[in-house]
């Protein structure tokens, strides 16, 4: 399960689910828009038949009234032929046979003709001399408002109707009126057998396309996600490698891209860690030629002692003076090697820095800035998208890219805020403390009584080190009610003030005695390599005193 969580929060997974989605929309649309599209155009089709059929009947039934008009035939024996041409003969039961029509007309088109008071005067169903003037579908008056409505010709529309033993359906049709009968003659049909057949085949065409496309890019887009993973992988398994200590190793850089220059960057950076290294390397075997020169001078020294036990009273006096010379010289050995130790401690220090900064420099500008194109790329999809279920699967991902946005922000400022480089000390342990009050609702304030002009970088970059992980320490182990910081200049050092209030400070100040305060080692470690010192005691409240000297041993 937790592997399963991992893969779905990687860049991989979610670089082909993005992909997927994109192409399941953009076919859908496609489809969609298709469809749509071609039953218009069916329908289309259908209505310019409905006119034609619909002239034909009328030139038919304007030849009949011709020959009732010449005394060949009687108005109703001219009626009942038309009727029987358009429609076929009528049955036993009232309703007539439309697949012997002489017209174009089958099960869902047909003709039909009513008179303007409701009365059905041609109809394949048993609705002939019957008045439908009161007939409703759906709470609708459809016959006196359509089909026997004179002014509801000469154009196509739609209309719901039910036929006796059929369901309510939408209607196309076109009406003209023909005034020697005084009938108003239909031809139209059912929509949605119209269309129905005729893109039932194209249906199912567009949607074995549309799995084959869709297949096909989902392999394109697994491949191009491994490629891009592969490309990821080897970059971390470099900077995996540079975590143990190897610097040696370096990425390939195969492309200019943007993975091709952040390859260059990781080369760059572990090229220049593994320089700054070299010093330390000569400085670590200084001081093993040191120590050895050390142990030489005590064995000399044990010697000489020997030696001094065996000769008389006038050769102390020369044993005394090898003495005094001796531990004078181990004296300035172990001096040296304490400056070579801080010299270490000092580099380790920049080098770390260094390090911190430009990985927050990547993670601002290279990471943060990719996951905000691809917030502002699925916002534009989710504003432009119809279908609600992919809009849920656009928001979804769009606030999981919200919240890695937040973490890399939030881990950037914990490695070195841009502001320490930016602006300063100050503005810097501002942000620090408004930071806390919003994420965990404590009283801060903050006072500074010093110019950073000549201030250095290393003693800025202490002084705020120590201010971050003291907060960040005590904040994680109880509730705080109220931080206060004070920065200002006494005499020739710099001084830093933290007070601390909280209900279980006393009893965690009270354990840190107890255990020698370990984890405050780091801290004092950074303000000894300037030269500094560190307090902390409890007088109701938790005190930090930081000294850090104007000009120190290494500045």
Sequence with gaps: MVRFVKGF??????????????????????????????????????EEMFTNVLKDTVGFIDAMNQRVIAGDLTLKEAQDIVRDYALGPKGSDGSRDIQNSKMSTNNYMYVWASSPDGTMKMHPFDMEDKNYWDYQVEGKFTVRESWSNPEKTGYVFRELWKNPGEPVYTFIAFQAYYEP????????????????????????????????????????????????????????????????????????????????????????????????????????????????????????????MNEGKQRTTQDNENITGVLEELIQTRVKVLESERRLQKQIHHNLFIVQEQERKKIAYELQNGTGQILYSMALAIKLM?????????????????????????????????????????????????????????????????????????????VKTVIYRIGHEMLTYYMKRTKLDFVMMTLSL??????????????????????????????????????????????????????????????????
């Excluded at 997974?13 to 859908?28: E, H």
């Excluded at 298709?34 to 329908?43: E, H, R, S």
């Excluded at 080897?234 to 975590?243: C, F, T």
């Excluded at 050092?493 to 370990?518: C, F, H, P, T, V």
């Design 9 to 46: 929060y990687s860049i991989r997974f979610q670089l082909k689910v993005v992909v997927f989605i994109i192409l399941l929309f953009s076919l859908t649309l496609t489809y969609v828009n298709a469809y749509l599209y071609a039953k218009q155009k069916v329908l289309d089709v259908g």
């Design 181 to 304: 009968w005084d009938w108003i003659v239909g031809a139209g049909g059912r929509e949605e057998i119209i269309y129905k057949e005729r893109l039932q085949d194209l249906k199912i065409h567009f949607i074995l396309s549309g799995c084959i496309s869709l297949i096909t890019g989902a392999c394109a887009a697994h491949f191009f996600a491994e490629y891009l993973y592969r490309r990821f992988h080897e970059i971390n398994l470099v900077m995996n490698q540079a975590l143990k200590g190897d610097y040696t190793r370096t990425v390939e850089v195969r492309l200019k891209d943007e993975i091709g220059k952040l390859a260059e960057n990781v080369n760059s950076m572990l090229s220049n860690v593994s320089k700054s290294m070299l010093p330390l390397s000569s400085i670590e075997e200084r001081v093993s030629l040191n120590r050895k020169v050390q142990d030489d001078d005590d064995l000399m020294l044990y010697e000489a």
């Design 382 to 458: 989710d504003s432009k998208s119809a279908n609600i279920e992919m809009k849920e699967h656009l928001e979804g991902l769009n606030k999981m890219i919200s919240e890695s946005i937040i973490q890399v922000n939030e881990l950037s400022f914990q490695l070195r805020p841009a502001l320490l480089d930016d602006l300063g000390l100050l503005p810097a342990f501002r942000s620090l403390l408004h930071h806390i009050e919003k994420q965990y609702a404590i009283k801060t304030h903050i006072s500074s009584s010093i110019s950073e002009e000549g201030m250095g970088d290393e």
């Design 490 to 555: 006494d005499r020739q050092d710099y001084l830093l003030k933290i007070m601390l209030s909280g209900k279980e400070l006393e009893a965690i100040y009270q354990e840190e005695l107890k255990n020698k305060r370990i984890e405050f080692s780091s801290l004092e470690e950074r303000v000894l390599i300037l030269d500094g010192n560190l307090t902390i005691t409890y007088d109701e409240t938790l005190n930090l005193e930081v000294r850090l000297p104007l000009v120190s041993e290494l500045g």
